[in-house]
């Protein structure tokens, strides 16, 4: 019984952990299929906000709900992008099992942990479309 109190932490923070990626995106901005540079870009998401001018790399860190760029260039219609993030985890799962000895005795433990990550990630790589006046 007293090694339960022991795993249980480990297990515990198995189950939480994640792979974010390393929270770098680069923002493009493209007409027709050429991309271009120059464009001014507002980025923001639940936590922050950004510019950054096209071509450029920002490090927005682990996802925290829908990205948003909104971008803007002299000739060009200003264009909006909204991505949520991929590979979201809404919670975990966790089991333990403990045999019992000679005795016949057993444990059995299991339940769903409703842990939100609040994560998941953004495509390291986002093309904004823009179209001509």
Same mark, same amino acid.
């Given at each position: 019984?007293?090694?339960? %109190?022991?795993?249980l932490?480990?297990v515990?923070?198995?189950? +939480?952990?994640?792979?974010w990626g390393?929270g770098?995106?680069?923002?493009?901005t493209?007409? !027709? =299929?050429?991309?271009? =540079? #120059?464009?001014?870009? +507002?980025?923001? !998401?639940?936590?922050?906000?950004? !510019?950054? $001018? $096209?071509? =450029? $790399?920002?490090?927005?860190?682990r996802?925290s #709900?829908?990205?948003? @760029?909104?971008?803007?260039?002299?000739?060009?219609? $200003?264009?909006?992008l909204?991505?949520?993030?991929y #590979?979201?985890?809404s /919670?975990?799962?966790?089991? &333990?099992g403990? /045999?019992?000895?000679?005795? #016949?005795v =057993?444990?059995?433990?299991?339940? %769903?942990l409703? @842990?939100?990550?609040?994560?998941?990630?953004?495509p390291?790589? @986002?093309? &904004? !479309?823009?179209?001509?006046?």
């Amino acid at each position: 019984m007293r090694y339960i %109190s022991l795993l249980l932490p480990l297990v515990l923070t198995a189950c +939480a952990t994640g792979n974010w990626g390393d929270g770098r995106v680069t923002v493009v901005t493209a007409s !027709n =299929g050429q991309e271009f =540079g #120059g464009a001014s870009c +507002a980025v923001m !998401n639940n936590v922050a906000s950004w !510019n950054v $001018t $096209t071509p =450029g $790399t920002l490090e927005i860190g682990r996802a925290s #709900g829908e990205l948003r @760029i909104i971008c803007n260039k002299p000739g060009y219609r $200003t264009s909006e992008l909204r991505l949520p993030p991929y #590979g979201q985890q809404s /919670g975990s799962s966790m089991g &333990v099992g403990l /045999g019992g000895g000679s005795g #016949g005795v =057993g444990l059995g433990l299991g339940f %769903s942990l409703p @842990i939100s990550s609040g994560g998941g990630s953004y495509p390291p790589r @986002i093309v &904004v !479309n823009m179209y001509p006046l």
